[in-house]
């Protein structure tokens, strides 16, 4: 049971333009959503957060954007950079800890 | 400042070996996690110590894997009779104590476990 879902593996952007990476997910009990961002060999490392109650959260390049009514979310980069390449989970959690539900991740690579 | 620790960094062993993975949180954290990822897919939770402390282990395999947390020493993850199923990135991840912290987690850099 996929609660957290990445349908695209793969985006590829030109440098300067705007990415938009998209995250699905099924269960209404979920209230924070995250993004992480992996290089390869690596460990995630977290990137921005949401909290259910909000719709929107802005840090620097970075934001997410919460549809809580059609269950989806998504993080948009603007402007990309060739540093962004990475890959992307979305997870999510319903718990004040770290239990996460992560998606499969989008591979995003940014072209100079 | 020294980030979460895992070793080995890569580990492999044959099928009907015992695999140990071991994990030193970051310094002043004291809830540690172990995650999951299989070949093609996203990291899934295995569970949650805290010292000398099983918190949620609702994502571990009911047989042959365990985990602790001792007062001294690293977190150990713990594969008994290894097989090649078991063969992933597991990735350790710790966070501060105190607060909730709504999943922004440290992870370290993993151990790749090969089974042969």
């Known amino acids: 049971d996929q609660q957290v879902k990445q349908n695209s593996p793969s985006l590829s952007v030109q440098e300067g333009r705007i990415s938009i990476l998209n995250c699905d997910y099924t269960?209404?009990?979920?209230?924070?959503f995250l993004w992480y961002k992996k290089y390869p060999a690596e460990g995630p490392t977290f990137l921005i957060s949401i909290s259910s109650i909000k719709d929107k959260n802005e840090d620097g390049r970075f934001t997410v954007f919460l549809n809580k009514s059609a269950k989806h979310l998504s993080l948009h980069i603007v402007p990309s950079q060739p540093g962004d390449s990475a890959v992307y989970f979305c997870a999510a959690t319903r718990t004040s800890y770290g239990k996460l539900t992560f998606g499969q991740g989008t591979i995003l690579t940014v072209h100079p | 400042n020294a980030g979460v620790m895992q070793n080995p960094r890569h580990l492999v062993r044959r099928r009907g070996q015992e695999a140990r993975l071991r994990c030193s949180p970051m310094?002043?954290?004291?809830?540690v996690y172990w995650y999951r990822q299989l070949p093609e897919e996203g990291l899934k939770f295995m569970v949650y110590l805290q010292k000398e402390n099983i918190i949620d282990e609702s994502g571990m395999p009911k047989e042959r894997f365990s985990a602790e947390f001792p007062k001294e020493g690293p977190s150990i993850l713990r594969i008994q009779q290894v097989v090649r199923g078991d063969s992933a990135a597991y990735f350790c991840?710790?966070?501060?104590?105190?607060?909730?912290?709504?999943?922004?987690?440290?992870f370290g850099e993993g151990s790749r476990l090969t089974v042969l």
């Open positions: 991840a710790s966070s501060p104590p105190g607060q909730a912290i709504n999943g922004e987690l440290f």
């Open positions: 269960n209404s009990m979920f209230d924070y």
């Open positions: 310094k002043g954290h004291s809830h």
